[in-house]
């Protein structure tokens, strides 16, 4: 029971990182789950938190946006600062077919594609931050050893999923619950694993239910393009998003 308890809680963490779910999620259950104190309350992993594998560039382009997330004002206040970083957990919320029970929110064995591989540094290493004014994102991602495709580079599919995640992020940060409609990539040179890269996207435009998000994949120091990518998502229902 306890351990249930502890589950939902982590799971509501999980959800309300994101602006418009911690608008849309306010059923009190779930106000109350995720506001329970400790020992209800135990943090999860952060998996977008710097760790041993990541490398010098990584690091250093983290502590750039990150610096820029909080500011000091003149008279030495600390206020919000144009950038914001978006935790990542490994776990989303998990709607039962046929019903809302908070007690099967939860599919145990479910996890995030991007973040179900507990070794640091093996897979998808990455940061997102959000500049919400300029309706823009920046996602420094490292590439680990398991995503080769080409001999010494990134496989191509893995690259689609982190354009993906990251474009989806985005539209979820602006439009609420989407799903990717269609998804166009062009790669224009391969990425060498282990690097570090940078996915900046931005919001070309909003049509009803549309939002088109643009995607560009660079080395670290922008000066090499990797890829580019457009996408499309569509605002759905929270039902049609949890296959009820
Ligand atoms: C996100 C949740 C947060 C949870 C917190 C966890 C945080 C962790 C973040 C991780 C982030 C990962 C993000 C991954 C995001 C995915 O990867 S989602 C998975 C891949 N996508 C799918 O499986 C979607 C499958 N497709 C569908 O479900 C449905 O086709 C869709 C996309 C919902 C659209 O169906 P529909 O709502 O019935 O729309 P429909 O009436 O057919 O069309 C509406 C309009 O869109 C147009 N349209 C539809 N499809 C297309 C298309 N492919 N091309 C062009 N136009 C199209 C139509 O022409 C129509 O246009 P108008 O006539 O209105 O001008």
Redesign the pocket.
Same mark, same amino acid.
């Given at each position: 029971m306890l351990r249930s308890i502890v589950r939902i809680s982590r799971v509501c963490q999980?959800?309300g990182s994101?602006p418009y779910?911690q608008t849309q999620l306010g059923h009190p259950a779930v106000r109350t789950m995720s506001t329970l104190p400790w020992p209800f309350n135990s943090a999860p992993r952060d998996f977008s938190l710097p760790n041993s594998s990541w490398s010098s560039e990584m690091t250093r382009l983290y502590e750039h946006y990150n610096s820029q997330c909080e500011v000091e004002t003149e008279d030495g206040e600390k206020q919000r600062g144009p950038w914001r970083r978006l935790p990542?957990y490994n776990r989303?919320?998990k709607y039962a077919k046929g019903g809302v029970y908070l007690s099967k929110f939860v599919q145990s064995k479910a996890r995030?594609f991007?973040r179900n591989i507990k070794t640091a540094g093996a897979a998808f290493e990455y940061v997102m931050f959000i500049n919400k004014e300029e309706q823009r994102s920046v996602c420094i991602f490292q590439a680990g050893h398991l995503l080769e495709g080409p001999p010494g580079h990134v496989h191509g599919g893995a690259i689609a999923t982190m354009i993906?995640?990251v474009? $989806?992020?985005h539209a979820?940060y602006l439009s609420g619950?989407?799903?990717?409609?269609?998804l166009n990539i062009n790669y224009r040179s391969p990425i060498p694993l282990g690097s570090t890269v940078l996915l900046e996207s931005c919001m070309d435009k909003k049509? $009803?239910?549309?939002t088109f998000i643009s995607c560009k994949v660079t080395s670290a120091d922008s000066s090499k393009l990797h890829t580019e990518a457009t996408a499309?998502?569509?605002s759905?229902s929270v039902s049609?998003?949890l296959g009820m």
């Open positions: 999980s959800l994101l779910v990542s989303s919320l995030l991007t993906d995640s474009t $989806g992020t979820t619950p989407v799903m990717t409609a269609n049509e $009803g239910r549309k499309l998502f569509l759905v049609h998003l």
